[in-house]
């Protein structure tokens, strides 16, 4: 598989002198090609159930363009607090599915987003409060489909429709006093699928299973939430002092939008995997600025997943073949770490 991609981007922001030069509007514009082609050479190789399988070659190319751009009115209310409205659209482009020879090429994807925000100081500097909430239009989703309709699970890219959805995020950095930074950030989204293919059968008369109820929004949680603490215990002569302590929480989500396969000429949706509630902390302890010549070093004792949780982080169903597989996170980890900055 080989791809040729060309792109030409500008940007510029404009202050037109309204409301006491407070408002710049920014504006930016990308242009994309792409050509992708793919060549497919299976070598002949023998099976204890199907027999020679013979050698099986095939090409495919594709070509891909997209105009896509952005557009945000930002306005400086105070030395302290600016305030923003963002229009944008994103692009990915299409491709292959190296996995099955002759499968057809997947479309590019697109997004449609606008966003509200607020970037804050307070207590002479010492609170930073960031804001914002979005809202998306995502159509020609590329999602892996793994689908057992053929006899064994296969792992495929497929265009899942649109997906109309929103959420927001929350940012608040706080120094309440001298060599202590706390931070807390939380982040939610909200929504599934508004089109999404159909499960069919292959019995006639052909049956399906709707796609929209069946299918649901994989890899992201509806709620994250990330505390944070770096703190400088002592300065001395040898180095700075540090400890900095993270505590990440996410609640469940989905591995895979949808796993489907065909029974008896039927269609069947097996159930998703779900990737349980997880509160994962990690921890450092430094001493940094070791001056050594002309250059600085540092010396740090981490670990990870301090609690030892055990937590998956992707699964397979197997479907027809009875099988369901999980990966699971590190367990709990120490360790380590010299840098020298030169």
């Known amino acids: 598989m080989s791809t040729e991609a060309a792109a030409v981007y500008g940007q510029a922001t404009w202050q037109p002198g309204w409301l006491q030069d407070r408002l710049s509007l920014t504006f930016g514009l990308r242009y994309t090609e792409e050509d ?22 095939q090409a495919n190319a594709e070509s891909f363009d997209n105009l896509s751009g952005n557009f945000t009115a930002a306005f400086q ?5 600016n305030a923003f409205l963002r229009y944008a659209t994103g692009y990915r482009s ?4 190296g996995e099955q020879i002759g499968t057809p090429s997947f479309n590019e994807e697109t997004v449609e987003q606008w966003e509200i925000g607020l970037k804050s100081d307070w207590w002479d500097g010492r609170l930073r409060i960031n804001g914002s909430l979005y809202t998306y239009v995502w159509e020609d989703i590329q999602l892996a489909n793994t689908d057992s309709s053929g006899g064994s699970a296969t792992t495929r890219i497929i265009n899942a429709g649109e997906a109309d959805r929103w959420g927001g995020e929350l940012e608040v950095l706080a120094a309440p006093i001298d060599n202590l930074v706390l931070g807390l950030s939380y982040a939610y989204i909200h929504g599934d699928f508004d089109k999404f293919p159909d499960v069919c059968g292959t019995a006639v008369p052909q049956s399906c299973i709707d796609g929209v109820s069946s299918a649901l929004r994989p890899y992201s949680p509806s709620n994250q939430l990330n505390l944070t603490a770096d703190y400088t215990f002592a300065e001395t002569a040898y180095g700075d002092v540090t400890g900095f302590i993270r505590v990440n929480w996410q609640d469940e989500w989905y591995e895979n939008a949808l796993w489907n396969g065909v029974v008896d000429g039927q269609p069947v949706v097996y159930p998703s995997a779900v990737m349980d509630e997880r509160m994962v902390v990690g921890a450092r302890l430094s001493l940094e600025n070791i001056k050594v010549g002309d250059a600085m070093m540092r ?3 981490f670990g990870e997943n301090l609690t030892d949780d055990d937590y998956p982080v992707y699964s397979i169903n197997f479907g027809a073949l009875g099988l369901i597989s999980e990966q699971y996170g590190a367990p ?3 360790g380590v770490e010299l840098a020298y900055d030169y």
């Open 36 to 57: 992708k082609d793919i060549i497919w050479d299976y070598l002949a190789y023998s099976t204890p159930f199907a027999g020679q399988i013979p050698r099986q070659t």
């Open 77 to 81: 209310a105070t030395d302290d607090i």
């Open 94 to 97: 299409g491709g292959f599915n």
């Open 299 to 301: 010396v740090t004792l």
């Open 332 to 334: 709990r980890t120490w």
